[in-house]
């Protein structure tokens, strides 16, 4: 049974940091590249950061480039996401996904809540 369970989330205030991971199972870990998105209410879900399978190139949206940082181990078939320097704008449902490049097989974690306010 593939699983994918982000956790990490919370209230935190401006300024602060939080970091999410994302714990796979079920499926070939290593051989998918590796995403977190973003939802805030009223919005649609928007990518934030990604990582291929072996976390040898990573892209950011521009929205949190030098704040956040994505990595991924493999060994124990989870992804992270460090969020630094968090901004109300932030504030959001983080998802998680995993995506196979030669076929586009695709998974999704359930989401965590993240609320940055003071």
């Known amino acids: 049974q593939v699983q994918l369970v982000e956790s990490g989330g919370g209230l935190v205030q401006p300024g602060g940091s939080l970091r999410l991971s994302c714990a796979a199972s079920?499926?070939?870990?290593?051989?998918?590249?590796m995403s977190w998105y973003r939802q805030a209410p009223g919005k649609e879900r928007e990518l934030v950061a990604s990582?291929?399978?072996?976390?040898?190139?990573?892209n950011y949206a521009d929205s949190v480039k030098g704040r956040f940082t994505i990595s991924r181990d493999n060994a124990k078939n989870t992804v992270y996401l460090q969020m630094n320097s968090l901004k109300p704008d932030d504030t959001a449902v983080y998802y998680c996904?995993?995506?196979?490049?030669?076929?586009?097989?695709?998974?999704w974690g359930k989401g965590t809540q993240v609320t940055v306010s003071s």
């Open positions: 996904k995993a995506a196979r490049s030669w076929d586009l097989r695709t998974y």
């Open positions: 079920g499926f070939t870990f290593r051989g998918y590249g």
């Open positions: 990582i291929t399978n072996t976390g040898s190139s990573t």
